[in-house]
């Protein structure tokens, strides 16, 4: 039982389970909403508040974990999301660490730009490893889309990886 | 300096592991397929659980944005229904003979290949692939690479299977390729005024004139110099091939004849085949032609699209795939590229059957 306990106060298992209910989000409900034509993006929000909660190097490491969780329901070659999903967690992670005092529209401003060069790192990557016809003219669409629900998702979702990423307790003996 | 080189070592493991992973699936990996079936196998029950929650959030939203379209849709459907219910009694005789003649002849026939009937119960979640998940897999004996269709036509292949799922690649996904016949119908009536010796039985008479029509096969004929017959009259005459008889010049300087069996098809429907290729979400398929024949000539808009079979290809011939929609003629001796206008609606798919086919070249001997 002490070690079920350990091991949910870890920051990255705490990670893996909210990341199976965002991926069933992302897979249902997401899936069928599709506003403008375009699937809404949960796993990549939450990669990118990993980065703007804790960090670029956690950003980076839990995108990536995020990423390879999406990879394996998607038929893409796996590592290609997980790879995408760290560069967008580092890169918010990075940037939010040049502003002074971040402020909840700073975070909404790096969220949809950190979204917004993940949703165009992922046609580039497929085509780098072969996989053509993902890079065209509708990706400015679903750029477009995607950054603007992530800046909105990301004030919520930062607040959630900051409980999900926090350091575990220490109790003083 | 300390954290600068936590920082450098934790992202030069993460790209290796990326490469790693990558190159693993790329090639094949069974490794690879195992973590996926593994994975499923822990998601599959939250991911049932996310949907029964969350069904009412996608009602409410369908309910307020597709009501409209839902509405008109319903109305332009019930007309639908009723013109196709008259072609569709019309079409089942057809196919049955057809079927008939292709099984009295020893060849390939759809309704000789055992299928899987499932339904789709997931889309793929990325904006960049075209996949659907269908509830039968390895148990129903579906394999990968198996073509899948609904009642209209082919919807896609098998991409991967698992033991009670698999992976559909739709027909519109930029991997998706599949050899085709396109079936075009000359649809002018043609009138030739020359004059041809045709032989009928023993005597030999001048045709004075030849109509021929593309909806029948009955080449009406005028023959003004047959015994028994009033000169002038017009004769139906329904022969499966006619004789013509033409100058031989392979001995010089001696007249001789050579007969020639000229099928009674010219007005018969051509095939030509092409590659088809999918562009992505919202955008038609395209069918390339693997050699453009000259002689087919111009291709009609509603032009059938079928599959064309054959040792290697994955799907068996004559799956309706579409109509031609559009034709994008290009210079020099490439042949046109045609759009697609497929039969199958990808946006509404629900159950759909997996053929249980294997080219000849991948069944393995008894």
Redesign the interface.
Known sequence: MMRLVALVERPMFRLFLVG??A???????????RPF???L?IMLVLAASSGLARG??VG??AG?LVG?????????????G??VF?IAG?LAGFANSFVHEPTWWSRMLLGGVASAVG?LL??LA?AM?G????L?T?VVV?IAV?AVTNAVMCVPFEKLCRWILKDPEVVPI | MGSSF??RR??AL??L??????T???RGSSS?SF??RS??T??RP??G???VV??P??NV??GITDYNELADENRRLRDLVGRQEGAAIANIATVREAQELLALNGLPTLAGIDSCTTQVV????????Q?VEINRGRNCGIRVGMPVLNAAGLIGKV??VFNDRA?V?LIT???YSLSVKIVNQPVTATTVPSETEILIGESTTTTSSTTTTSTTTTTTTTLPAIPGFVPGSTVPVQSTAAITTIPGDTTPGQGNETQVTVPPGADLPLRETGALE?????KSPIVRFVEYQPRFGQIAIGSPIISAGGATSLAPPDIVVGVVSRVVTRQGSLGPILEVDLAASLQSLNFVRVLLYRPATERQSP
Do not use: C, K
């Open positions: 199976l209910v991926l069933g989000l992302q897979t249902t409900v997401l899936n069928d909403l034509g375009v699937i993006q670029s190097e980076a490491i990536f390879f969780m999406y990879d394996l329901v998607l038929t893409t070659p796996l590592g290609l997980a790879t760290a580092y949703t992922m046609p497929l490893v996989i053509e016809g993902a065209t509708r679903i995607v | 936590t920082r934790v992202i993460l790209v592991t990326s490469v790693l992973l990558v693993l699936d790329m690879v973590v996926r994975f499923g822990i998601f939250v991911e659980v996310v949907r969350t069904e959030v996608g939203w369908h997931g889309e793929s979640p990325s904006n960049f692939s996949t991409t991967e992976v690649m996904d930029p991997s999918g562009r992505g979400l919202g």
